[in-house]
């Protein structure tokens, strides 16, 4: 197995100081930012979610265990990929979380390259959701600069409808709708209507 990591940070949190130190150990000697937590409440107290990272929690902690540290973030929008860890007793709670969204799950005892398997697939998933979350907001940024009136006629070219058409459907001249088509275009910084039909689908 190749256990070289993308360069990414990993949260540990575990009620149980030796667990802790044992996976930090393991996942620093790839090259892992490790952050350390024997708590769900004080990891919240610090959390900023990042480009790409995981987060390695224990489900059965006192005060907040796994599956209410799920739901906190779920509730706050987060989508950072969970691994949970847990003993043969929690493997149904452990099936739980991953219908409410867990990237995983691994038993107790952790096999090492196991661990690694996993920590690397969830900071791939972290990756790719950053870049989707960024290409969403630019594209959002972008429509934000068009008027309801460009909007409409921006979904009406995506529709396969002609100037004459939209012409008619807006009460406008050909050659406004025609100048309102230029003004999207340079808007949304597309060349084309195949673009453009990419940028609102």
């Known amino acids: 197995m190749n256990n070289r990591a993308l360069q990414g940070s990993v949260y540990l949190i575990d009620d149980d100081a030796f667990i802790l130190q044992v996976h930090a150990t393991l996942l620093r000697s790839i090259g892992l930012n490790v952050h350390c937590f024997t708590s769900s409440m004080t990891f919240l107290e610090t959390y900023a979610p990042l480009a790409c990272e995981c987060i390695l929690s224990d489900l059965r902690m006192p005060t907040m265990g796994g599956l209410q540290l799920q739901a906190e973030l779920l509730e706050r929008g987060v989508d950072t990929p969970i691994i949970f860890i847990t003993g043969h007793a929690d493997v149904g709670t452990a099936v739980e979380a991953m219908r409410r969204g867990a990237f995983d799950y691994v038993e107790k005892p952790v096999h090492g390259q196991q661990l690694l398997d996993r920590v690397n697939a969830a900071l791939a998933v972290s990756q790719e959701r950053h870049r989707e979350r960024l290409q969403r907001e630019a594209r959002e940024a972008r429509l934000a600069l068009l008027t309801g009136q460009e909007r409409r006629i921006a979904q009406w070219v995506v529709q ?28 949304l910084h597309v060349s084309s209507v195949v673009e453009l039909v990419r940028l609102l689908l």
Not at 175 to 187: F, G, Q, S, W
């Open 160 to 187: 396969g409808l002609s100037s004459r058409e939209i012409a008619g459907l807006a009460s406008l001249s050909v050659r406004t709708v025609e100048n309102h088509r230029a003004r999207i275009m340079d808007k």
